[in-house]
């Protein structure tokens, strides 16, 4: 065998020795492929039921009827509450903010009011208010303040509903005059949202706006203070107050000449406890 042929021989029994030994090695499985995991949404959903154990005070009239002044504590609300219903839906995520704030209710009474007009000098009064507000905002956070506190910048808008049914008595049996009207309107309004966490448990929340046009206006402030319970259940504690002004001048009626103007102020204030869930 010449020393090439061996050569050759040598090479080629070391490449089968190579390849067999490569054989026998392992086969080297390819990296899994990662499964996509659903990152958690950076909002966070709030929905409240609360009751509002609110005094009312203002004044209410339509027409060529008198105003009505009318004032009632808590208690006697509650003696001429026909039923109410009362929520709000938050959601923030820590740059910006949305929510929604509901309310409806109905309260009726009797008093005496005087008359600067007709032969009576007084009558008998009965007054039915029915009401419902709800108010829409959204906001971005202003960055001021410690990590814990968020504050925002609001904007939005308040719905207001009036439903009065007003009813004059004179002391003559057969002599009443009686009239009601529906009244609904929307004003802006500007204002701030604040939520300021102690720990883990205890937070604060502070709410407030104003708003309106020339012949309207609104305004409102609530702070109340909380405990996260769960991660997911809360209890709220707080006090809030609502202002609403409505002066509606629409002429007369075309046939009988009677006064439509529509005059509405109010206040409600008063403490409120909540019940809140988060998601």
Do not use: C
Not at 79 to 96: C, K, P, Q
Not at 113 to 140: K, M, W
């Amino acid at each position: 065998m010449t020393g090439l042929t061996k050569a050759v021989f040598v090479s080629v029994a070391a490449l089968a020795i190579g390849a067999a030994s490569a054989a026998d090695l392992p086969t080297r499985k390819p990296p899994p492929v990662p499964t996509p995991v659903a990152e958690p949404s950076p909002w966070r959903f709030e929905v409240t039921g609360y009751g509002w154990a609110s005094s009312l005070a203002g004044t209410s009239g339509f027409g060529g009827l008198p105003s009505l002044p009318y004032y009632a504590s808590f208690g006697k609300v509650l003696e001429h509450l026909d039923g109410a219903l009362m929520g709000s839906v938050l959601a923030r995520n820590g740059a910006y903010i949305v929510g929604l704030d509901m309310l409806w209710s109905r309260v009726g009474g009797s008093g005496t009011v005087r008359l600067s007009y007709g032969p009576f000098n007084a009558a008998g009064a009965d007054l039915t208010l029915t009401e419902g507000i709800a108010t829409a905002f959204g906001g971005v956070r202003i960055p001021i303040g410690p990590p814990n506190l968020e504050i925002y910048g609001t904007v939005g808008a308040r719905y207001m509903y009036s439903g009065n049914k007003l009813t004059l008595n004179s002391p003559v049996p057969g002599f009443s005059a009686s009239t009601s009207v529906n009244k609904d309107w929307v004003d802006p309004v500007a204002g701030f949202a604040a939520h300021y966490r102690f720990d883990d448990r205890w937070f604060v929340n502070v709410f407030g706006d104003l708003g309106g046009w020339s012949d309207s206006a609104t305004g409102q402030a609530l702070a109340s203070v909380g405990y996260d319970w769960t991660r997911n259940w809360s209890t709220t504690l707080g006090y809030r107050v609502l202002y609403t002004y409505e002066k509606q001048d629409t002429g007369f009626n075309a046939l009988t000449g009677a006064d439509r103007s529509f005059r509405y102020q109010q206040w409600m204030y008063g403490p409120l406890i909540g019940v809140k869930y988060s998601f």
